[in-house]
């Protein structure tokens, strides 16, 4: 059974920056695509950034591209999320999500495609 667990969230100063933890266990990395969701108060759950297993590129969203990095370390079987330039827009629980199998890069955005997901971790933007 895969299990993921998130660290990293807290409070920040707009403009600041956050670093997001995601250990993964039961599986490799290299076995699994890897995403970041949030979702923010009365919001629908949203793409952040994935790793495609298939192609080993990673995907951002619109609104995170150039700001946001998703990387991992195989060594630590650990997942991350580099998040800059922070805004208030930000504020949002942040949930690491797996899947297994070869999805396109378009279904990787879809929150329905992750069999496996974390408990989330907070991240706060004040301004």
């Known amino acids: 059974q895969v299990q993921l667990v998130e660290s990293g969230g807290g409070l920040v100063q707009v403009g600041g920056s956050l670093r997001l933890s995601c250990v993964v266990t039961?599986?490799?990395?290299?076995?699994?695509?890897l995403a970041w969701f949030r979702q923010g108060p009365g919001k629908e759950r949203e793409f952040v950034g994935a790793?495609?297993?298939?192609?080993?590129?990673?995907y951002t969203s619109d609104s995170a591209k150039g700001r946001f990095t998703v990387s991992r370390d195989n060594g630590k079987n650990t997942v991350y999320l580099q998040m800059n330039g922070l805004k208030p827009e930000d504020t949002a629980a942040y949930y690491c999500?797996?899947?297994?199998?070869?999805?396109?890069?378009?279904?990787?955005?879809?929150?329905?495609?992750?069999?496996?997901w974390g408990q989330g971790t907070q991240v706060t933007v004040s301004s």
């Open positions: 039961g599986r490799t990395l290299n076995t699994l695509n």
């Open positions: 999500a797996a899947a297994g199998g070869n999805p396109t890069s378009l279904y990787l955005k879809f929150a329905s495609t992750y069999e496996f």
């Open positions: 790793w495609r297993r298939n192609n080993g590129v990673t």
